[in-house]
């Protein structure tokens, strides 16, 4: 039959064929004119997807952006490293988080205190001083108030004799008792008396109570104010003085009936049998006891098991998918081998195990034939093969029907 390639020719060491140009491996196209890309030559399991690394040209295997597991499909709890500060209430989102935060702070994670001053709130040319639970203004001796509102009147109270005209001081301070002294007159000499938070001749100096002692607890921040003080309390704690632990078991994501501890700035949650995990929020796979001749360690940050195996012993891994084999690990000198669980499996799935001096090869596996009994079967041929080294086992599966061949040699 004659060719049937365009006249052009088949590029890059294509060869015509009837059919067309058949292309060499790395190209594609009609005239295999296109070189295929790292990542199109590349096959990742089940769930995964293909990186090109542009700096090096490699390529690896990886789940997608908030997945994580063997096979890709839990997602990835942003939240479980607490990212919210100042009491922040996180909530999880694929591949992303969002902080609620609480009155008084503000970004991605509640990092910043919110900028109270912003909308210049103090009047009469107050100094704003920003806090976490609002402003404080700092007025200028002819004004007082919460934001400098009002202006002094020193004269309003004053008694001037014999026609004399009254004009205040420098300082806006009449010659009178202020911040609530009252006068105490003894002979010819007059005082004021104050109350505990001002001080001075006329009571008129606001007592500093932050640099007299510190009444601000648990690294709180004390700010002075007119006729009084405002602690900063860390996030740990709140309250006047910041001497109360905050309970941040209020907002805990504590799962499976969990007990949640507060602690100081943080909680725990203590799981109940069978939980593991920051947040109890992954079943403890020790509890199916996977591992046999050794010790299982289960993962809390990720769910996952590892075994360790006692002396003498190795681990032997699944190649395919573990959430639809289920292998129960079964140690034995030099090697392992996988005892598979059939009755989870649908249709036909490739597996190979090998074991010492026996090799033993699944080129399909039917369910309904199989079962647990092909199982059992190389079991005993590994605990045979250990006193018998010569000997070699070989069991394949004749056809999709799964009929079983069995031929073993010594």
Known sequence: ERCSCSANGCQNGGQCRNSGCECPTGFTGEFCERKLSPCEMTKCPFGQI??????????SCECPAGFTGFDCQREIDECSTNPCQHG?????????????????YSGKNCEKIVDHCATNPCLNNGLCINAARG???HCTPAFFGEKCQFKRKPCSRSRCDNGATCRPTTNYRNYT????????????????ICPPMFQGLYCEKDVDECSISNPCENGGTCMNTEGGFMCL????????????NKDDCVYNKCQAGATCVDLTGSYRCECPQGRIGSFCQYNDPCMLMPCLNGRCISDPATGNFTCVCEHGYTVGY??????????????????TVMRMSMNVLSGVKPFAIT?????????????NVLQDSLAQLALRSVQKANDVHAQQMVVRTADSAGIVDVNARR
């Open 355 to 367: 074991g010492l001096h026996v090799s033993i090869s699944l080129e399909a596996i039917s369910v």
């Open 135 to 137: 402003s404080i203004c």
């Open 233 to 244: 309390c860390t996030a740990a704690f709140e309250g006047e003085t910041c001497n109360i």
């Open 88 to 104: 922040g209430t996180c909530s999880d989102k694929l591949n992303d988080y969002h902080c609620s935060c609480p009155s008084g």
């Open 50 to 59: 293909c990186v090109e690394h542009n700096k090096t040209g490699a390529v």
């Open 177 to 192: 008792c202020e911040n609530g002294g009252f006068c105490l007159t003894e002979k010819n000499n007059n005082s004021c």
């Open 318 to 335: 699944n190649i395919h998918d573990y959430h639809t084999l289920h292998p129960q690990i079964v140690g034995f000198r030099e090697r």
